[in-house]
């Protein structure tokens, strides 16, 4: 072998490395893109909730209020609708957003609620009675295709807070997760 074909061998072989890193690296970003986003409207595979109230439920500057005021407040309309070609289960969680300084977190003990779903309209209940962050299930069940269901939540500070909570916030946000009924 003459050396001009030797070097056309090893030219080869690094074009042929390069092409290959070259591909991994393009199927790696491909497969790892990802995109932050204020929109009010999720699509999760055959689901789509949407919010007409902004993306975070805010008690800042407000005041205790009883079960009555609490219950009369216009509250957070969203709607779940099941837009694929299949049902799906899904489960609505209500979770805490995280409050950042100098604000201080008001704690759920303190919190109320009501959760209207269609034609249903809630009752005043403690945030506690959901259960611990992150695990707060407000409402689950199955959407058949081409279903609906609308919401209205509520939440408010209740008139049985002890002293002043001025400077004090609450923040939260829904979470969905749905699977496909096979």
């Known amino acids: ?12 072989i690094i074009l042929l490395i390069v092409l290959i890193i070259v591909i991994i690296a393009l199927s ?11 929109e009010n409207v999720i ?5 789509e909730l949407t919010l ?33 070609t299949a049902a799906v289960d ?5 979770d ?4 950042t300084s100098p604000d201080v977190k008001l704690d759920d003990k303190y919190l109320k609620y009501s959760f209207d779903k269609n034609s249903s309209t809630g009752t005043a209940e403690y945030l ?13 069940g199955t959407l058949n295709r081409g279903e609906e269901n609308s919401y209205v939540l509520r939440v408010w500070p209740t008139v049985e807070v002890d002293g002043d909570f001025g400077g ?6 829904l979470r969905i997760t749905g699977d496909q009924v096979r």
């Open 1 to 12: 072998m003459n050396k001009k074909d030797k070097k056309n061998k090893i030219m080869l």
């Open 28 to 38: 790696y970003a491909a497969f790892n893109f990802s995109k932050t986003g204020s």
């Open 43 to 47: 699509t999760l595979g055959n689901l």
């Open 52 to 84: 007409n109230e902004g993306s975070t439920i805010n008690l800042e500057d407000t005041y205790p209020l009883t079960d009555a005021e609490g219950l009369a407040l216009d509250g957070y309309d969203f709607t779940l609708e099941n837009t694929g």
């Open 90 to 94: 899904y489960v609505i969680y209500l």
């Open 96 to 99: 805490n957003v995280e409050i």
């Open 128 to 140: 506690e009675s959901l259960g611990v962050d992150g695990s707060r299930i407000l409402d689950q």
């Open 168 to 173: 004090q916030v609450w923040k939260g946000k």
